[in-house]
């Protein structure tokens, strides 16, 4: 029962952490899309790709950062409510008292946000500064 239980428990991880990286790249490119008019023309008064891609994937990290903790405490109450729930007489699934899942959990995380980044930023560097440039508002 501990090693088909081992084996769900890392499928949900699998499945959690596409989640999560689909999540973080939907919200990276979601921002590229409404702001990447704007980007362009930072660009085009003079900042250099890196300072656009930080503007961009900085609010991004700082919106993970703050994430994280609430995260983590959202999870922890989960966690417990689930645990009172399926208590039962002859069944009783202890909650982790370690840091550790909350220590992966949050590494899965920072992981997904560097890989969407890298990706989101590869977008950012072919946005058409040209095209921005010759639209009038």
Same mark, same amino acid.
Request: charged share 20%; aromatic share 6%; hydrophobic share 55%.
């Given at each position: ?29 979601i921002?590229?899309?409404? =702001?990447?008019?704007?980007?362009? @023309?930072l $660009? ?7 300072? !656009? %891609?930080?503007?961009? *994937? &900085? ?18 109450l ?13 069944? =009783?699934?202890?909650?982790?008292? @370690?840091? $550790? ?7 899965? !995380? %920072?992981?997904?946000? *560097? &890989? ?22």
């Open positions: 029962m501990a090693k088909s239980f081992l084996i769900f428990t890392m499928v949900l991880v699998i499945f959690a952490s596409v989640i999560t990286f689909a999540v973080i790249y939907n919200a990276a490119r921002a590229l899309s409404e =702001r990447g008019r704007e980007l362009a @023309s $660009r085009i008064m003079g900042f250099t790709r890196r300072e !656009v %891609a930080v503007v961009l *994937l &900085g609010e991004q990290a700082v919106m993970t950062a703050l994430a994280l903790p609430v995260g983590c405490c959202l999870g922890w989960c966690s417990r409510l689930l645990e009172r729930a399926l208590e039962t007489e002859m069944l =009783r699934i202890p909650m982790p008292t @370690s840091m $550790r899942p909350y220590l992966l959990s949050c590494l899965i !995380v %920072a992981l997904a946000a *560097l &890989g969407s980044s890298l990706l989101v930023r590869r977008q950012l560097d072919r946005l058409d500064v040209m095209a921005v440039a010759k639209t009038r508002e």
